[in-house]
């Protein structure tokens, strides 16, 4: 899976951050023992078992590749990108935006000089950049949300995560990451498939800064390598779950390869 962006499409800050999430892990968690699920909440257990397969190595990173639509300024545009992500750590999001008449490129990063959003039309023109505090507050919700979404490994007990119970079909899982814990409410079917995903997120551009309802919603699973389920398909947005849910939706995503650990490159 040749995934990793360069410095001129990305930006230097994103190629050099995907380089430091994208490495083996300093020590490693093992297999996943089912065993450690007991007196977990009842849709954590579901999840899980269907998920992450018994014995299954227990990856701290993913890499991604994907197609969809992101709403900017209210108009869809469609988009391919790549992705990185190290539980607890980090992540890159590199797209290509649009097509031959207007096109953008650049990364979202977030690791462990920091969060940055770099992006230029037709690779020339710098359209958005930014960094600082917000936007790193903003990129640890992301990271926990996706994480959620990406990779079930990081979810289990062995591996930090804390779960706590909602009812049959929700529950919280608490993951660990570079601003602190956060909270993530899951809705999972009877089937063990995640349906749903929501958290507080801190947006950056509201005014002021603050945070807001976020989530997802899954409509298909993807079988990733070793028989792992991820989130397949879906829609992403801010109001999650309140009257602006339509209107806060922004992103249609499509996983379309997927692959744990580091790179042979890494």
């Given at each position: 899976m040749d995934d990793r962006p360069s410095a001129r499409t990305a930006g230097r800050f994103a190629a050099s951050t995907?380089?430091?999430?994208?490495?083996?892990?300093g020590g490693a968690l093992g297999s996943f023992d089912p065993g450690t699920l007991e007196g977990l909440p009842e849709p954590?257990?579901?999840?899980?078992?269907?998920?992450?397969?018994?014995?299954?190595?227990?990856?701290?990173?993913?890499?991604l590749s994907m197609r969809g639509e992101i709403s900017l300024g209210g108009r869809w545009m469609p988009f391919r990108a790549t992705q990185v992500l190290r539980a607890s750590v980090g992540l890159v999001w590199a797209p290509v935006v649009g097509?031959?008449?207007?096109?953008?490129?650049?990364?979202?990063?977030?690791?462990?000089?920091?969060?940055?959003?770099?992006f230029r039309l037709h690779g020339r023109i710098p359209v958005v950049r930014g960094s600082g505090p917000d936007i790193a507050r903003s990129a640890h919700g992301r990271l926990a949300a996706e994480t959620v979404?990406?990779?079930?490994?990081?979810?289990?007990?062995?591996?930090g995560a804390r779960w706590a119970p909602r009812d049959r079909h929700r529950a919280t899982v608490t993951l660990p990451g570079p601003g602190g814990p956060t909270d993530v409410e899951v809705v999972v079917d009877d089937d063990g498939a995640l349906v749903e995903l929501g958290l507080m997120r801190w947006n950056d551009a509201a005014h002021p800064p603050q945070l807001v309802p976020f989530g997802g919603s899954v409509d298909a699973r993807f079988e990733a390598p070793g028989a792992v389920m991820v989130a397949g398909s879906g829609t992403v947005g801010w109001e999650w779950g309140t009257r602006g849910e339509a209107d806060g939706r922004f992103f249609r995503?499509?996983?379309?390869?997927?692959?744990?650990?580091?790179?042979?490159?890494?």
């Open positions: 995907w380089a430091a999430l994208d490495r083996p892990p954590a257990v579901r999840l899980l078992t269907v998920a992450v397969p018994s014995g299954a190595e227990l990856h701290r990173v993913v890499r097509g031959r008449l207007v096109r953008f490129v650049g990364a979202d990063a977030l690791g462990p000089d920091g969060a940055r959003i770099e979404a990406w990779l079930p490994t990081a979810l289990t007990p062995q591996a995503y499509e996983i379309t390869e997927v692959a744990f650990g580091a790179s042979p490159a890494g």
